[in-house]
Nanobody, 125 residues
Framework: AAQLVESGGGAAQAGGSLRLSCTASGYGYNSWCMGWFRQAPGKEREGVAVFHFRNGRDDYNDAVKGRFTIAQDNAANTLWLQMNNLQPEDTGMYFC??????????????????WGQGIQVTVSS
């Protein structure tokens, strides 16, 4: 199975920035689609951004468009999420995930097979 490890989380003030990284390894890793998801306390998990490695397309949750950017270094098996102009509502546990090969690369997350342990992001006002 693929192993995904997130880093770069922490605390920020509103208007600040953080950059999350996700490094993938293991037999199950594939360069098809990866994404970031988050879950706030008491809320359901939601898709933040996804990136399709083969066609280079990305998609963002409306709540983060214009503020977050997803990027990847396929050679390094690394996915990033640059988060700018952070807001308190961005607080939550952020997860890196990867789909199965030929899986749907959507914010719904249905075909995401491998997940990282998650990393906390806390934004104060």
């Amino acid at each position: 199975a693929a192993q995904l490890v997130e880093s770069g989380g922490g605390a920020a003030q509103a208007g600040g920035s953080l950059r999350l990284s996700c490094t993938a390894s293991g037999y199950g890793y594939n360069s098809w689609c990866m994404g970031w998801f988050r879950q706030a306390p008491g809320k359901e998990r939601e898709g933040v951004a996804v990136f399709h490695f083969r066609n280079g397309r990305d998609d963002y949750n409306d709540a983060v468009k214009g503020r977050f950017t997803i990027a990847q270094d396929n050679a390094a098996n690394t996915l990033w999420l640059q988060m700018n102009n952070l807001q308190p509502e961005d607080t939550g546990m952020y997860f890196c995930a990867q789909t199965r090969v030929y899986g749907r690369c959507t914010l719904g997350g249905h075909d995401f097979l491998y997940w990282g342990q998650g990393i906390q992001v806390t934004v104060s006002s």
